[in-house]
Each structure stands twice: as structure tokens, then as C-alpha cells.
């Protein structure tokens, strides 16, 4: 499905964005999903293409396989040797560190390089702590402090963690999870040094800076080189564009072209409009406002308006969430809603759940949804037996909030004499 793009079109309120919620918890944490509003692409610091090809890049995902050399225990010994300063002088630099590491398999005694020193001092390690560096590439990281110095005492600062089994130097596979835009912002900004100039220049850049065609192709044709080896893989993610027809035609030639690429997600667009005219043209009418050789493209899922009983379900459902808190694990055992740590505090009635399910169906689900609150709310204030949401309540928060199709009848009938400026 990779490079293929799906159309989500129906009314307001008939669940297309909730459907792409859906599509992102089902994809997991491991999976890129980029949701984006199509107007987000507008922007006086970045053209729109370059913003579209952003949103692109960073629902395309690549897991990188990687076997590393590193030395892993618990540190024995830390001791830094000094020599003469080779400039001359009365002071002295480290030359070397001599570092003792201890695993469940045996020990090991190491000389390192005093860049590695260095990193051990950021790091803040000392005797005691569990450890590991990377043979290649010098890296330290501190994996916490070793379960042999624990204490009895409940409050501890430090996290304790078990002595590594095996070697000490060992191979070690590790996974890393990024995306295409997390490379080109890595080349796109190499690390100046630390000297003052270079800080001030950092300083100054602008904050958003447009990555060129040349920088994205020679990433690819390293990302392409890494998958050939079998050292990667490519997660192709999912970039979902909410309102569609808000780009304008410039925006869907370039459309067009990247889901023709070599390395393309799966896109999913959503738009609640029917024929309109395409942004960007005079007078070019089309379908949901997407050019037709675009939409020759897309494979079109209609999205209809729920039913009665549908309307019902999702209202007792948002009901039940709306009106519990959070219980304390005392009253979990004793009280509704005890298996998710939840207690109902407020009970909505069958005729209530009836008048807003008539709601739902006349107006529209959202706003059946929205009267829960305010309804919850003047049940409280009138005293209410058992904190019980009653028929009376609904209709009273009807009377208080207007909907969008009674506002506009209202000004309609009342013509020029509103009122609302003078």
C-alpha cells in the first residue's frame, strides 16, 4: 500500500477524523503517523511544497539494525593517569584512564582514550555505577547505579539496576527507530564547534530552513545503500491531510509527483466538501475540490452519518467517561467503575440518553455530545437525587446553547434589527 493514497469523504460529524485516530493507535508506537491540516502548509517562512514534502519525510520511518562492540559492567575501579603538560607549564592533563569493569561473567581492565574521560565526567560515573561504551565510536552511557549498593530505605534517589550477565566485551544488537526528516535535519545542520563564533552563528540562523533536492537525494541513495545491505529497513508510516481542499492547485500537482516517488507513504486525505471549486483556479470545479487526475488516483471510502442507534451507543459511552474521576485504590473495589480505576459520579437517565439521542440525529452528534457537561451541571445546581442527569436538565442546557442551524434561523427572522452592532 505503500505510495497509495485514500479519500475519507463525507459530511461534518461523520467520523473522519476519528477513523484516522483509529488508524494511528492501531499502527502503534512504532509506525510514523503524521496528521496535518492542509491550511498548516501555508507559511511566509517556508514555501507550501517544501512544507508537504516536510509532512512527507516524516511519516516515512527507517529501523536501523546495527551490531556494536561495546564494554558493559559495573565500574570497580576509575582512576585518570597524569602526565606533563606537553605545552610546557606547571600543570599536568590526563593521558590515559584506567577504568576496571565487572560483569556476571568475569572482569575487565581497560586504558582509554582521555576523550573518553571526558564523556565519563558528563556522564557524572563513579564506582558503583553500571556502564557502557561503545568500542567504535568512544560513546558512554550510564545505565544506572548497581543493585549491590541498595539500601533498605524506601525513598532512593538512584535507580538500581542488576550486574549485566555475560561479558564484559561483548556485541550487542541495537535498534533504532527515526525518520527520512530526522536525517535531512541532521545533515541540514552540522554541529559547529565550541568556540564563541560558532555559537553566535547558530544563534542566528533562522528557525525553519528549507532542506534542497540535492541534500534529500543523497540521503536516499545512503538509505537506499543501507537497505540493499540488510542494515535497514524502510517503515513506510502514514501521512494523514485533514481538509483537503483547503490546498490549492500547486499543492496537488506537487501531490501528484511525490506519490509517484520510490519512497512514499500511505496517504490519507479527508474532505467534507462535494463539488467546490479547486483552489488556486477561477473557475475549475471538481469533486471534493481535488483535481480529477488526482482523484483517478485515490481509492474513495464515503463516510455516512450514523444511526439512531449508533448515536445512542456513542453517547453513553462518552456519558460514562464524562461523568466518572478517578477513584482511590480504596473505593476501587466497592464502586462502578472499579476495573479502570474510574467511579461514576454522576448517572445519566434512559430519557435523557433518548432526548439526546433525538439530538444527535436532528442536529448533529457533536452537539448532543457538548450539551453532557452544562446538562451534568445544572443537575448539581437544582440538587439533584443521586447526582441523576434528567430529561428537565437536557432541555434546559437546549434553551441555554443554541446550535449552529437555530442561531442562523433566529437572525434570519429577526433580518437587520439584531442588535449585535450598533
Keep these: 500500500m505503500a505510495g497509495r493514497a485514500v479519500l475519507l469523504a463525507g459530511g461534518p460529524g461523520t467520523g473522519k477524523t476519528a477513523l484516522a485516530l ?10 510514523p503517523f503524521c496528521p496535518i491540516v492542509a491550511s498548516e502548509v501555508y507559511s511566509t517562512e517556508v514555501k507550501k511544497t517544501e512544507a508537504l514534502m516536510e509532512n512527507f519525510r516524516r511519516a516515512i520511518g527507517l529501523r536501523v539494525h546495527e551490531t556494536k562492540e561495546v564494554y558493559e559492567g559495573e565500574v570497580t575501579e576509575l582512576t585518570p593517569e597524569e602526565a606533563e603538560n606537553p605545552l610546557g607549564g606547571y600543570g599536568r592533563t590526563i593521558s590515559h584512564l584506567l577504568i576496571t569493569m565487572r560483569s556476571a561473567r568475569g572482569t575487565k581492565k581497560l586504558r582509554l582514550d582521555p576523550s573518553i574521560y571526558e564523556a565519563i565526567q558528563k556522564e557524572r560515573v563513579r564506582v558503583g555505577d553500571v556502564i557502557y561504551i561503545e568500542a567504535n565510536t568512544g560513546a558512554v552511557k550510564r545505565v544506572g547505579r548497581s543493585d549491590a549498593f541498595a539500601t533498605e530505605f524506601d525513598l532512593e534517589a538512584e535507580e538500581y539496576v542488576p550486574v549485566p550477565k555475560g561479558e564484559v566485551h561483548k556485541k550487542k544488537q541495537v535498534v533504532q527507530d527515526v ?11 552540522p554541529q559547529g564547534g565550541q568556540d564563541v563564533m560558532s555559537m553566535m552563528g547558530q544563534l542566528m540562523k533562522p528557525r525553519k530552513t528549507e532542506i534542497t533536492d540535492k541534500l534529500r537525494a543523497e540521503i536516499n541513495k545512503v538509505v537506499n545503500k543501507y537497505i540493499d545491505q540488510g542494515v535497514a529497513e524502510l517503515v513506510p508510516g502514514v501521512l494523514f491531510i485533514d481538509e483537503v481542499h483547503m490546498l490549492d492547485l500547486e499543492c496537488f500537482t506537487y501531490l501528484n509527483r511525490a506519490l509517484e516517488s520510490s519512497i512514499s507513504p500511505i496517504v490519507i486525505l479527508a474532505s467534507n466538501r462535494g463539488s467546490t471549486t479547486i483552489r488556486g483556479t477561477d473557475n475549475l470545479v471538481s469533486a471534493h475540490g481535488i483535481p480529477p487526475d488526482l482523484l483517478n488516483r485515490l481509492l474513495i471510502i464515503p463516510t455516512h452519518p450514523y444511526s439512531a442507534n449508533e448515536i445512542r451507543s456513542i453517547v453513553a459511552t462518552r456519558a460514562r ?15 462502578p467503575g472499579a476495573a479502570q480505576g474510574l467511579v461514576q459520579t454522576t448517572q445519566l437517565a434512559d430519557e435523557s440518553l433518548d432526548l439526546l439521542t433525538k439530538h444527535g440525529e436532528r442536529v448533529s452528534l457533536r452537539y448532543a455530545i457538548q450539551l453532557l457537561a452544562p446538562a451534568a451541571i445544572l443537575s448539581r445546581c437544582r440538587g439533584s437525587d443521586n447526582n441523576l442527569v434528567t430529561a428537565q436538565d437536557i432541555n434546559e442546557a437546549v434553551d441555554l446553547f443554541w446550535d449552529a442551524g437555530r442561531s442562523a434561523s433566529v437572525l434570519r427572522e429577526q433580518g437587520t434589527s439584531t442588535g449585535f452592532i450598533s
Design 179 to 189: 525518520t527520512l526528516h530526522d536525517l535531512d535535519i541532521a545533515n541540514a545542520r
Design 22 to 31: 483509529a488508524v494511528s493507535q492501531e499502527l502503534g508506537t512504532k509506525v
Design 321 to 335: 467517561l464524562e461523568y466518572s474521576s478517578a477513584a482511590p485504590p480504596s473505593l476501587q473495589a466497592d464502586k
